[in-house]
C-alpha cells in the first residue's frame, strides 16, 4: 500500500515549513528517479529538516529533491515504515542494518540482497553508475 498522503513536495526549507506537519508519521525522500529513503519519526517536520540540513552523507549524495509523508500513531510508525521499505525499496534503506525487533529482521534483507545480485558471485561497480 502507497503513501496515503500521496502529493509529492519539493524537499527545500521552505516547502519543508509549509507542508510538513510537526506530528508523528512516516515520510519518504525521493529523486525523481527513484526513492531515496523512507523513514519514521515523532515530528515529520523537525526530521525532515534534519535531514535537508545534512551534508555529505549517502542520503545527500542521492540528491533528494522531493519528499511525501504519512501520519500515524507512534505505535505503528516502524511497521508501517516497514511495509513502505518493502514496497518501495528505497536506495538508503537497503544498505541500512535494521534493528532486531524491526519486522524486516528475519533473514529477508540478507535473501534479498542475494536475489538483487543474481547467479554472480559478485558485483562490480560500473563507472558513473
Not at 519519526?41 to 522531493?66: K, V
Request: aromatic share 10%; charged share 25%; with cysteine.
Amino acid at each position: 500500500m502507497s503513501f496515503t498522503e500521496c502529493a509529492a513536495r519539493s524537499f527545500t526549507a521552505v516547502s519543508i515549513r509549509k507542508n510538513a506537519p510537526d506530528s508523528s508519521g512516516v515520510y519518504g525522500l525521493s529523486n525523481g528517479s527513484e526513492w531515496v529513503f523512507i523513514g519514521e519519526a515523532s515530528n515529520i517536520r523537525a526530521r525532515l529538516m534534519e535531514h535537508f540540513e545534512e551534508t555529505d552523507t549517502m542520503l545527500t549524495n542521492r540528491s533528494p529533491t522531493g519528499f511525501t509523508f504519512e501520519e500515524c500513531p507512534p505505535d505503528s510508525r516502524v511497521s508501517r515504515q516497514d511495509v513502505l521499505v518493502r514496497q518501495f525499496e528505497p536506495f538508503c534503506n537497503r544498505r541500512l542494518d535494521y534493528p532486531k525487533n524491526s519486522t524486516l529482521w528475519n533473514g529477508e534483507q540478507k535473501a534479498r540482497s542475494r536475489a538483487a545480485i543474481g547467479p554472480y558471485k559478485s558485483i562490480k561497480r560500473v563507472p558513473g553508475v
